[in-house]
């Protein structure tokens, strides 16, 4: 059975593009493989400081993933620093990673480029991050567009290391949903903490309403006929949440002319607070039980390391380390 893993790192409030990316995918996988979903709070510090903030994400994103339909006796599911072995794979891999692969990477370049402070995690992510997809054998890497390159880094490592030291870890293939593998963000861009422009899957209602009223459209009038519907912003978000057949029926509106943007945002708030809204009422059944998700996290975190202790059993005497 091929497993399957992946994690969300804790340091902002998740939005729809994680979901869409990240997580619905995930959650769909764990009835039909192995799955290994965890929270990457290691991660977190390459961008985050405030020790509180990095715990209170930590906490929320657990809540989200259980709300959103993550069964735990279907995953395993933990908190990324649990388990220390990742620590100790990252510098097995780090050690054979060529200063080249980091250098290429186009999530470094975008961050520091917005002004994200440059700093030795931040350029040594994708070793991390390969270090928590090898250290699981993983077999498949369900991930966002926006992390293709960095899944083939992974590759590209597991393939060095068992060059140099002999078939020791198992090189995992990625799954993106191309229909979904980029959702673009309030101002066109794509979905991101990082650029402050997302739609948070929980939240007030009239916050996340006054976010997606304010989306900025162009200045043509209602009655003028849009040719380029499909490119609407709104539009492009309503297929997320719709009914196929009512976010055509607006786009075919909108494309003939007649249908004016206040009102399609308006369809597309409703629509978006309507298909959260089961995941909300479990949120809140699940944010009044801290113990019963604190337990999850503990027993994810025993059956990961299990697996993990093993993986490093065969690096350690792969590299020569025992």
């Known amino acids: 059975m091929p497993r399957v893993l992946t994690g969300i790192t804790p340091s902002g409030t998740l939005h729809i593009g994680n979901y869409f990316g990240a ?9 039909a493989g192995d799955a290994f979903y965890f929270i990457a709070d290691y991660h977190s510090m390459t961008s985050l400081t405030d020790a509180a903030e990095r715990l209170a994400y930590t906490q929320g994103i657990a809540l989200d993933w259980l709300a959103c339909g993550l069964d735990p006796t279907k995953a395993v599911f933990w908190r990324q620093s649990d388990v220390p072995e990742v620590c100790e794979l990252t510098w097995l891999l780090g050690s054979l990673t ?13 961050k520091t480029a917005k002004g994200v402070s440059p700093n030795f995690g931040l350029f040594a992510y994708p070793v991390l991050m390969a270090a928590d997809i090898l250290l699981y054998d993983t077999h498949i890497v ?21 060059q140099t030291y002999g078939e020791t870890l198992i090189v995992p293939e990625e799954r993106i949903a191309e229909s979904v ?16 422009n997302t739609i948070e899957i929980f939240g007030e209602e009239k916050v996340l309403r006054k976010k997606i009223m304010g989306i900025v459209m162009d200045s043509r009038t209602p009655a003028e ?19 196929a057949e009512v976010a055509t029926d ?23 607070w309507n298909f959260f809204s089961p995941y909300r ?3 809140a059944e699940l944010a009044a039980q801290p113990e019963y998700v604190a337990q999850v ?20 005497r792969a590299c020569g380390l025992r």
């Open 23 to 31: 997580m619905r995918p995930a959650i769909e996988l764990q009835a």
């Open 250 to 272: 607006y786009e075919n509106r909108l494309r003939a002319g007649g249908l004016g943007y206040g009102d399609l945002k308006k369809a597309l708030f409703e629509h978006y």
């Open 181 to 196: 593998a980029l959702i673009p963000g309030l101002d066109g861009q794509k979905m991101s903490k990082s650029y402050g």
């Open 225 to 243: 006929p849009k040719p380029d519907a499909e490119q609407n912003l709104a539009i492009q978000l309503l297929k997320l949440f719709a009914p």
């Open 142 to 162: 369900p991930v966002g567009k926006d992390q293709k390159q960095h899944l083939e880094m992974t590759r590209d490592i597991a393939i060095k290391f068992n």
């Open 297 to 316: 996290l503990q027993d994810g975190a025993t059956r990961a390391r299990a697996v993990a202790s093993q993986v490093m059993v065969r690096a350690r």
């Open 98 to 110: 060529p200063m080249g692969l980091l250098e290429r990477a186009h999530s470094y370049k975008d």
């Open 281 to 283: 009422v479990r949120r």
